[in-house]
T-cell receptor
Framework: GAVVSQHPSWVICKSGTSVKIECRSL??????MFWYRQFPKQSLMLMAT?????????EQGVEKDKFLINHASLTLSTLTVTSAHPEDSSFYIC????????????FGPGTRLTVL | DAKTTQPPSMDCAEGRAANLPCNHS???????VYWYRQIHSQGPQYIIH???NNETNEMASLIITEDRKSSTLILPHATLRDTAVYYC??????????????FGAGTRLAVHP
């Protein structure tokens, strides 16, 4: 089956620093990738949709200057949390769409970010 | 995207069938019903999806009512490893050829010995 990886799996950073999270599709090309955020005991919230070679489309209420998304290749998308603050601490999950199949999305294992 | 309603929690005995209901009364004709599950602290796992007809794969069966206002996910022989939050999502394909998944609260299924 299609495999999506994320790196790092967890990260702790100081307030005010920037953190980059990578999302890779390992055995397929993903023209579209998605980024989600999940707070404890809550559901996943879609942050943005990323198409290879174009600007990401952000959901309402998500600051595009704070959450920078780059999708420069068909197998890699990155999410950079800029000037992170404790309220940005969350579980960040990416997914990738395999356009060859029935359009189901395959999810990465998630990255737990803790901002001190 | 169609709003879905699911019971917040369910219990099931190991080895028995788990039947998870989902109400999607506002679903439109071109919207699919997708099911995902999320085991604690992991990314969601795709289970199954359908449009009108019932579907079956190696993981589960999906029964969609004729009026498409509700569906049931069936795990035929639940195991302890099926304990997870199950999400029912109604979605349609965008012009870019992808489905945007909007997750609701889901059903927390607990399988017990």
């Amino acid at each position: 089956g299609a495999v999506v990886s994320q790196h790092p799996s967890w990260v702790i950073c100081k307030s005010g620093t920037s953190v980059k999270i990578e999302c890779r599709s390992l055995d397929f090309q993903a023209t579209t990738m998605f980024w989600y955020r999940q707070f404890p005991k809550q559901s996943l919230m879609l942050m943005a949709t990323s198409n290879e070679g174009s600007k990401a489309t952000y959901e309402q209420g998500v600051e595009k200057d704070k959450f920078l998304i780059n999708h420069a290749s068909l197998t890699l998308s990155t999410l950079t949390v800029t000037s992170a603050h404790p309220e940005d601490s969350s579980f960040y999950i990416c997914s990738a769409r395999d356009g060859r199949g029935d359009n189901e999305q395959f999810f990465g294992p998630g990255t737990r970010l803790t901002v001190l | 995207d169609a709003k879905t309603t699911q019971p917040p929690s369910m219990d099931c005995a190991e080895g028995r069938a788990a039947n998870l209901p989902c109400n999607h009364s506002t679903i439109s004709g071109n919207e699919y019903v997708y099911w995902y599950r999320q085991i604690h602290s992991q990314g969601p796992q795709y289970i199954i999806h359908g449009l009108k007809n019932n579907e079956t794969n190696e993981m589960a069966s999906l029964i969609i009512t004729e009026d498409r206002k509700s569906s049931t996910l069936i795990l035929p022989h639940a195991t302890l490893r099926d304990t997870a939050v199950y999400y029912c999502i109604g979605t349609h394909m965008f012009s870019g050829g992808y489905n945007k998944l909007i997750f609701g609260a889901g059903t927390r299924l607990a399988v017990h010995p």
